[in-house]
């Protein structure tokens, strides 16, 4: 019996090492989808900070999982997709979640009553945002391996989904800094709601950060444009600490002012390449 165990163990496979890199950015990702879920219980219960806090987390994490995985060289298709899905949940299904929570089921009849008909139009906008959310990503997961015009740079095609879910909360986060009870008008919030949607189902440009650089100092001395973004990114994290509130509705106003502004310099740098 001893001998036939010791035949087994030798004719046993060696085991071979397991690359486990390719799980930190997919550990990442699944961060963002339990962030965004768990945004939802908090509307749920009505902590509306802490539920715009949680999308903000999964934004911070839908950024980091690519900046891991090209760190550890382990980027896949898999990874990409299950970043759309968890995208969805996070800035398509869980922000619509909120705001009908938030204000919109506000307007209609409380469950349990006969005439439950004001509900549909509230839900509807927030299906739209969730649907419209998905075909964003869809069309980004296709266009992986499609190569854009050199004008499309700086530029996103539609609304990025993070920055879609911002959109959509901008009145529930100018609440928050202000308290000011109009800004839960359902008229109000349905209308982010839908221009947030219809410009991330678009083919609008939009603005891209991720390949910007500052133009450098003719004098080739380019340590006081360090020491000027340090220095701002030092403030801006002092004023968050103090007023985060406040900050990230005054930040969101000059992204909706940059949005125009976007599109306006796009079409003249589309227009200055087709003439060359």
């Not at 990442?28 to 965004?36: E, I, K, S, W």
Request: charged share 15%; aromatic share 14%.
């Amino acid at each position: 019996m001893r001998k036939q165990n010791k035949k087994a163990l030798v004719a046993m496979p060696d085991l071979k090492e397991v690359d486990i890199r390719p799980l930190f950015p997919n550990m990442v990702t699944m961060a963002n989808l339990a962030a965004g879920f768990t945004s939802m219980q908090f509307a749920f219960w009505g902590k509306w900070e802490m539920a715009v806090i949680c999308i903000a987390m999964a934004a911070i994490f839908d950024a980091l999982d690519g900046l891991v995985a090209r760190k550890f060289n382990v980027s896949s298709r898999f990874g990409a997709e299950l970043d759309s899905l968890s995208d969805l949940v996070s800035f398509g299904v869980a922000p619509g979640f909120i705001l009908y929570r938030w204000t919109m089921e506000q307007s209609a009849v409380v469950l349990g009553q006969k005439d439950v008909s004001a509900i549909g139009v509230p839900w509807i906008i927030a299906l739209f945002l969730a649907m419209c959310c998905a075909l964003r990503l869809a069309r980004f997961n296709t266009m992986l391996e499609t190569k854009q015009p050199p004008y499309w740079t700086h530029f996103f095609t539609g609304l990025p989904a993070p920055a879609g879910a911002y959109v959509a909360l901008f009145p529930l986060v100018c609440f928050l800094w202000t308290k000011a009870e109009f800004l839960r008008s359902k008229w109000l919030v349905g209308f982010f709601m839908l221009f947030s949607a219809v410009f991330m189902a678009s083919r609008i440009p939009t603005p891209c950060f991720k390949k910007m650089k500052f133009p450098k100092l003719k004098n080739g001395n380019d340590s006081w444009v360090s020491l000027g973004m340090a220095a701002f990114v030092a403030l801006l994290i002092g004023f968050l600490i103090t007023d985060f509130w406040a900050v990230i509705s005054i930040l969101g106003i000059v992204y909706l002012i940059m949005l125009p502004l976007g599109i306006r310099y796009f079409l003249k740098e589309k227009k200055r390449y087709e003439n060359k």
